[in-house]
C-alpha cells in the first residue's frame, strides 16, 4: 500500500516541479532585467562608415556629417539649417563666398579649396574647406565655426558628434549604482550604454518610473529614476570664442521723406527745383538714372553734376536709381538675372561702373531696384547687395533696396539678408490689384499697407524700413470686353469726379475713398489715391516706428499731400 501512493505521489510531485520551474521562469524572464545590447549603427541611422551622426542640443537629428581625411564635414543643407545661411555657393564657378562687411571670402570647391582668400590674399588652412560629392557639397565643420556660432564634440565607435548652438541652462544628475542607458523605458528594452555608479547624465524628461537622459557621450536613452541622485540645475558655458560679424551701416538722422523722381533724359538743377517746388521736407530725391542695357553689368546713365549740387543746396540727398524696368521697352532686352548676377565678373563690373558714377558725380547713395528677379536668381542677387555693400559703405553712401510687399512669391529677394548688409529697404506698397492680375480692387488698402510693413518687421529692423506710398491709382473697366484698367495720377483724380458725376464715399476697410459708375454695360470702379488715404498710410507708419516714407513719384501728387507728410515728419 505504501508502494502504490509512493508510486502515484512521485509524478505528481514531479508535476508540481516541473509547472513551479515554469512559472518560476516565467516570473523571472516577466521581472528580469534585459542583457540585449542595440545595433548602435541602426540606433544612430548610420549606413556608410563615414558617415558621422548628429545630437544638436538634446536630440537625434537625421542630418550626417562625413568622416573624410580625418576632417568632419557638413552637408550645406546642413550647414543651412543649423549653423549659417549667408554662405554663397556657385557651381558653375566652383566657389564658395561669404561676405563680411569689409571682404569677401573665397573657397575654390574641391583639391584647391585648403586655401582661403581674403579680398584675393590667400591663406592656408591645413585642410580641404569644400569639395562636391555627386550633388551634394560638403563644407568642413571647422571652417563653418569661422561664420557661425556653435560647438561640436566627435565621438567613435560608432562615429557621432555632439553639436551645440545654444547654451542654456539643464538638468544633471548622478547615478547611485552601475546601470544601463536602455533605447526606452522599460527593463526589457535594449541596452545603448552601460554606465558605471556616479556617473553624469543630462536629464532630459522626467516619467513616473524612469527618465529620459543623455549621457556624457551624447547616447539619448532611458534609465530608472531610482538610480538617479543629485539632481541639480546647470549652466552650459559658451567657449568658442566666436564675435558676431557687425555690419556697420550708413545711417541718416531722423525720418526721411525720399520722392522718386522718373526722368527719361538728362535733366540738371533747373529742372530738379522746379519739380520740388510744391514739395515740403522732402530730404532725399531718388531720379531713376541708371537703367540695365544687358546682362553683362552694362548700363546707361542719365546723370547730372548740376541736378546733384541744386539738390546738395536745397539740403536733399541724391540717392541715383538703378533698375531693370524700362530695359526691355527702351533697349529691347529682357534682363537675364542668372547671367548677370551669376558670374562674379558680372557682379564686379555692375559694381565697379556704380561706383565710378558715385565718385564723378558726389551721389549720397544708391537705390536697387530691380523688379524681375525670380526665383532662380535669388541667391545671386542677394550676393550682388553684399558685395555692393561693401563698397558703398567704404565710400560712406547709402545703399537702399527696392522690394515688393512680402509674400511667397518674392521669398527669394531674401529681406532678412537685404535688413542685416543695406541701409534701408524702401517696401513699394502699392500694386495690391495690378493690369494681369485677374481683379479690379484698391492700389494700396491700408490692410494691405499694414501688412507689408508688419511682415518686413519680421525680418528687418524698424529703423531701417521705408514705406513707399503711390501717387496714383487705377480707373477700372469691367464690360463685354472683359477686365481692363488705367492709371489715374492723384493730380487728375478731381477731374475724373468732375468729369463722370461721381460722389466718391468713404470705405473704412479699404481706408479710401470709393467711387462708381456705369455706362453701357461697363463698369467703372476706383479707390481714390488721395490726402485722406495718405494721412491713414502714415499714421500706421507712425505707429509702426519705422524710418520714413518714400513716394512713387514726383509730379503726380497734389501739393496739400506735401502738408499732410510734413505733419508726419514733424511727430
Known amino acids: 500500500m505504501k508502494k502504490r501512493v509512493i508510486t502515484v505521489l512521485v509524478p505528481v510531485v514531479l508535476i508540481f516541479i516541473v509547472i513551479a520551474a515554469a512559472l518560476g521562469s516565467q516570473i523571472i524572464e516577466r521581472y528580469s532585467y534585459s542583457r540585449n545590447k542595440a545595433d548602435l549603427n541602426e540606433y544612430f541611422g548610420i549606413a556608410q562608415p563615414d558617415e558621422v551622426a548628429m545630437v544638436v542640443q538634446d536630440a537625434l537629428v537625421d542630418d550626417k556629417a562625413k568622416m573624410k581625411d580625418n576632417v568632419a564635414y557638413f552637408p550645406l543643407s546642413t550647414v543651412e539649417t543649423y549653423f549659417t545661411d549667408r554662405f554663397y555657393v556657385n557651381s558653375m564657378e566652383q566657389v564658395l563666398l561669404f561676405t563680411t562687411d569689409t571682404d569677401v571670402i573665397q573657397i575654390n570647391i574641391g583639391d584647391g579649396s585648403n586655401v582661403m582668400y581674403v579680398s584675393g590674399a590667400g591663406q592656408e588652412l591645413g585642410y580641404r574647406a569644400a569639395f562636391y560629392e555627386g550633388d551634394t557639397l560638403y563644407i568642413a565643420a571647422d571652417y563653418v565655426k569661422r561664420y557661425a556660432n556653435f560647438e561640436y564634440q566627435l565621438y567613435d565607435a560608432p562615429l557621432h558628434m555632439q553639436v551645440y548652438t545654444q547654451w542654456d541652462s539643464y538638468t544633471t544628475a548622478k547615478l547611485s549604482r552601475k546601470t544601463a542607458v536602455r533605447y526606452q523605458g522599460g527593463i526589457k528594452s535594449d541596452i545603448l550604454v552601460e554606465l558605471a555608479a556616479g556617473d553624469a547624465v543630462t536629464v532630459l524628461e522626467k516619467l513616473e518610473n524612469w527618465s529620459k537622459v543623455k549621457t556624457a557621450e551624447s547616447y539619448i536613452g532611458y534609465v530608472e529614476n531610482k538610480f538617479l541622485k543629485d539632481e541639480m540645475q546647470a549652466e552650459r558655458l559658451c567657449n568658442t570664442g566666436f564675435q558676431e560679424f557687425v555690419y556697420n551701416n550708413v545711417r541718416k538722422e531722423g525720418k526721411i521723406n525720399l520722392t522718386f523722381h522718373q526722368v527719361f533724359e538728362e535733366v540738371g538743377g533747373d529742372y530738379l527745383a522746379n519739380a520740388l517746388r510744391q514739395t ?243 463698369l467703372y470702379q476706383c479707390w481714390l489715391e488721395d490726402v485722406d488715404s495718405v494721412r491713414v498710410k502714415l499714421q500706421v507708419m507712425q505707429s509702426q516706428g519705422i524710418k520714413g516714407v518714400a513716394s512713387w513719384k514726383l509730379g503726380l501728387e497734389v501739393p496739400a499731400v506735401w502738408d499732410v507728410i510734413a505733419e508726419y515728419m514733424a511727430q
Open 280 to 522: 515740403r521736407m522732402v530730404n532725399v530725391v531718388s531720379p531713376t538714372w541708371f537703367r540695365l542695357t544687358n546682362s553683362s553689368g552694362d548700363f546707361a546713365s542719365l546723370a547730372n553734376a548740376s541736378y546733384v549740387a541744386k539738390a546738395h543746396e536745397l539740403g536733399m540727398d541724391v540717392w541715383a536709381l538703378i533698375t531693370d524696368v524700362d530695359s526691355a521697352d527702351l533697349y529691347g532686352v529682357e534682363i537675364n538675372f542668372v547671367e548677370l548676377l551669376s558670374s562674379s565678373a558680372n557682379r564686379r563690373h555692375l559694381i565697379e561702373g556704380l561706383m565710378a558714377q558715385v565718385d564723378s558725380y558726389g551721389l549720397d547713395g544708391i537705390n536697387i531696384d530691380f523688379e524681375k528677379v525670380r526665383s532662380d536668381s535669388g541667391i545671386h542677387f542677394v550676393q550682388f547687395v553684399r558685395e555692393l555693400s561693401i563698397e558703398t559703405r567704404k565710400r560712406g553712401v547709402v545703399l537702399s533696396v527696392d522690394n515688393y510687399v512680402p509674400s511667397e512669391y518674392t521669398a527669394h529677394y531674401n529681406r532678412r539678408e537685404q535688413g542685416i548688409v543695406a541701409d534701408y529697404i524702401i517696401i513699394m506698397g502699392y500694386d495690391e490689384h495690378y493690369v494681369g492680375g485677374g481683379a479690379a480692387g484698391s492700389n494700396a488698402s491700408i490692410g494691405f499697407v499694414e501688412d507689408g510693413i508688419v511682415n518686413t518687421k519680421e525680418v528687418v529692423p524698424a529703423e531701417k524700413i521705408i514705406n513707399a506710398i503711390p501717387f496714383y491709382t487705377r480707373v477700372w473697366e469691367s464690360g463685354p470686353d472683359g477686365l481692363k484698367a488705367s492709371t489715374l495720377t492723384m493730380a487728375a483724380e478731381a477731374d475724373w469726379i468732375s468729369r463722370n458725376g461721381v460722389s466718391p464715399a468713404w470705405v473704412d476697410e479699404f481706408c479710401q475713398n470709393y467711387a462708381e459708375y456705369q455706362v453701357d454695360g461697363t
